[in-house]
């Protein structure tokens, strides 16, 4: 649906030229964690996108939900070395952008089973 294609290809380019965001960064003590901050957006996302599509098929909803384990797995490879600590305000920006751009590759996706 979404992370066998192209689009997903380019956007983990995309994360990888960005990836100096999370190179020496601070370790702040308290706070919600990178691993925190990915899960509460990409949820927050998959709610948005069964709101949009209230008559999504149940097979298409559980595909949604394993390819979201696999880019939470993919994003947690990439980020190990700051998985556990507190994201920076730019890094939560990229963050924020880069999860909206998933959302939008599943807003077209899900545009084909309409």
Same mark, same amino acid.
């Given at each position: 649906?979404?992370?066998?294609?192209?689009?997903?290809?380019?956007?983990?380019?995309?994360?990888?030229?960005?990836?100096?965001?999370?190179?020496?960064?601070?370790?702040? =003590?308290?706070?919600?964690?990178?691993?925190?901050?990915?899960?509460?957006?990409?949820?927050?996302?998959?709610?948005?996108?069964?709101?949009?599509?209230?008559?999504?098929?149940?097979?298409?909803?559980?595909?949604?939900?394993?390819?979201?384990?696999? =880019? =939470?797995?993919?994003?947690?490879?990439?980020?190990?070395?700051?998985?556990? &600590?507190?994201?920076? &305000?730019?890094?939560?920006?990229?963050?924020?952008?880069?999860?909206?751009?998933?959302?939008?590759?599943?807003?077209?996706?899900?545009?084909?089973?309409?």
């Amino acid at each position: 649906m979404v992370v066998d294609t192209d689009g997903y290809n380019a956007l983990v380019d995309y994360f990888i030229e960005n990836m100096d965001k999370f190179k020496d960064a601070d370790d702040p =003590i308290e706070g919600e964690t990178v691993d925190e901050f990915i899960h509460e957006l990409l949820v927050d996302q998959l709610m948005a996108i069964c709101d949009q599509n209230k008559n999504m098929k149940a097979e298409i909803r559980f595909m949604v939900m394993r390819e979201a384990d696999v =880019i =939470i797995s993919d994003l947690e490879q990439a980020l190990c070395e700051v998985w556990v &600590k507190t994201p920076t &305000k730019s890094q939560k920006d990229f963050l924020e952008e880069f999860i909206s751009l998933i959302k939008n590759m599943f807003d077209a996706a899900l545009s084909d089973f309409r």
